[in-house]
């Protein structure tokens, strides 16, 4: 068994105060061990310019059409680490978020 992160708790300033997310798809993901539907977000603050929001189980977040400030519940960090080229040891991080419920503000 390896000693690795697997989720860090963010306080609610950590992301920055505006976030703009846009509707990516929707997908079934692993969530402790199980299939769970989720609906996945492209987004972006001041302090962050490119993450991605996974918002398990539809009924926590609305489907709505372009770019618009939203807000999160219950945020955890889920690093995850992709090999950028195959056979070199280069990696790089992918920040994905995963919140309890994602609310639209405008």
């Known amino acids: ?12 300033n950590q992301l920055g ?3 703009k997310a846009t509707v990516k798809e929707e997908r079934e993901v692993y969530v402790e061990g199980k299939r769970i539907p ?5 987004a972006s603050s001041a ?4 993450f991605e929001i996974i918002v398990p189980n539809l009924r926590n977040s609305l489907r709505f059409e372009g770019r618009k400030e939203v ?9 995850s680490a992709k090999r ?3 056979g070199t040891v280069s990696r790089s991080l992918e920040l994905q978020i995963f919140a309890k419920q994602l609310l639209t503000l405008n």
């Open 84 to 86: 950028n080229n195959i």
């Open 17 to 19: 105060n505006k976030i």
């Open 71 to 79: 807000e999160l519940r219950e945020v955890t960090l889920v690093p």
């Open 1 to 12: 068994m390896s000693n690795r992160v697997t989720s860090i708790v963010l306080k609610d």
């Open 38 to 42: 989720c609906r996945i977000f492209t």
């Open 47 to 50: 302090l962050h310019p490119d």
